[in-house]
C-alpha cells in the first residue's frame, strides 16, 4: 500500500476512534471516590470513552437527579435511592444492579489511638468524633447503628460533628478536628493493608449491609459511553479495583 493511502487509512481509524467515543457524566457517593478514580483512568484507555465524576453524598445527588442535574449514570451509597428513582421512571429499567458492598471503619489519624476491637468508643475519652450526615450518607446512618447497638449513641452523641459527605466525615479526621471518626474503609484502606493511622473494622453485623447499587439514569438513556460505562464497572478489571480498596463485589 503506498504511503498516501496508509495515511489516509490511519486519519480515518483515528477520526472513527474519536467520533465513537463519547463521555458520560457520572454522580459517585463520596466513599467510592478512590476506586472511581482509578476505574475511569482504566475505562477511558481501555474503550476510549470518558467518565467525568461528581462526588458526593448519595441522599444529596438524589435530590439534584429529582430537580433535573445532567448526570447520566449514578453511583449510590446504597440501594434504595437507586431503587426509588428506577420506580420513578428516573431511570432505565432493569439497568439497577449492586456494584460493591462497603465495610464501615472507626479511624484515627493517630497511630494506635483506635484498638482492633474498638474499646475506645466505650472510654469516650476523645472531644469530637466525625460522622457522615446521617440523613444524606449511607456511611452516616451505620454509624449511628453502630453506637446504638453497642450502648454508646447517648453518652457520644454530644461530641459528633458531621460532614455533609462520608468525605468530609474523613478530612474532620484527617486534619485532626475530631480524633476520630467512622469512615469508609475505602478511604483508609488499599491492598489489604491501612494507608495511615489506626482503625477497628466493624462487624457488618452492628449495620444494616451497605449494598452499593448503580444505574443508568434516563438522561443517559441514548448516550452508549453511559452503557459502556456501567458494562466495565462489572467487568474483572473493574472488579479487581473495588476489591483492593476493601468492599466486596456481587456475583454479576
Known sequence: MPVLRISLALAAATLATTVSAAEVQVAVAAN?????????????????????????????????????????????????????LEAEQQAVPGSRFTYAIGSLALWSAKPDYVDDQGAVLKKNDFKHLAIANPKTAPYGLAAIQVMDKLGVAEAIKPKIVEGQSIAQAQQFVATGNAELGFVALSQVYKDGKLTSGSAWLVPASLHDPIKQDAVILAKGKDNPAAQAFVDYLKGPKAAEIIKSYGYQVSAQ
Open 32 to 84: 467510592f471516590t478512590a476506586p472511581m478514580q482509578a476505574i475511569a483512568r482504566q475505562f477511558e484507555q481501555d474503550t476510549g470513552h470518558k467518565a467525568v465524576a461528581a462526588f458526593g453524598a448519595t441522599g444529596q445527588f438524589y435530590a439534584q437527579i429529582k430537580n433535573g442535574a445532567p448526570f447520566e449514570v449514578f453511583l449510590a451509597a446504597d440501594d434504595e435511592r437507586p431503587a426509588r
